[in-house]
């Protein structure tokens, strides 16, 4: 049985090429118990001679990271870039075949002398420890932007007699509303 009938989630047929090209070179696909995994998928590793590649299954979303030798974390192409460039933080996701692409040259290639594991370690811990708080943030700060203009649009509309602030404030409630829905159920994926 091969590696992605497991998946939750059918993986996309360039990441399904990409294994199997680390299958012919002797590279094994594991099922693993991560401890950043969302449990929202099987997620896989592959010990290689770069480090851990971790494939990650996050309902129809694959990625993939890898922790070089003597890393405590799992970075990403976008991490790895920004190591590169001497960047302090990244905020940025890779699409799955920039990772594809990434890890194929880095298996190719080697490790380059210009990256170094602590600073790599350095962005991916940063991104794992600081990542939600970002994403808990942005989201408080959008919720927040769109009940002040609904309940200013409303006090116009009271003030005025305005029955074009009074409808757009009732559209700004509405999609308040459903932005409350979407980011509590962002959240309890994240919690669980």
């Not at 497991?6 to 299958?23: C, D, G, Y």
Request: aromatic letters at 10%; glycine letters at 6%.
């Amino acid at each position: 049985m091969a590696w992605h009938d497991q998946a939750a989630t059918k993986p996309p047929e360039t990441l399904i090429r990409f294994t199997e090209r680390l299958e012919s070179r002797g590279i094994e696909l594991v099922e693993a118990n991560m401890p950043d995994s969302l449990d929202q998928g099987k997620d896989f590793i592959a010990d290689t001679p770069i480090g851990r590649i971790w494939i990650i299954a996050l309902k129809n979303t694959w990625t993939l990271r890898l922790a070089a030798p003597g890393a405590k974390y799992f970075a990403n192409a976008s991490d790895w870039k920004a190591c590169r460039e001497g960047r302090l933080h990244n905020w940025r996701t890779p699409t799955l075949d920039e990772s594809i692409e990434w890890l194929t040259q880095v298996l190719s290639e080697g490790i380059p002398g210009d990256i170094s594991i602590a600073k790599l370690d350095r962005l991916a811990g940063f991104r794992v420890r600081h990542g939600r708080t970002a994403v808990w943030l942005a989201s408080t700060g959008i919720a927040i932007a769109l009940l002040a203009l609904s309940l200013s649009l409303f006090w116009v509309a009271s003030v005025t007699n305005n029955s074009i602030a009074r409808v757009n404030g009732v559209f700004c409630l509405i999609i308040f509303i459903i932005y409350l829905a979407k980011c509590a159920k962002a959240m309890w994926i994240l919690r669980k």
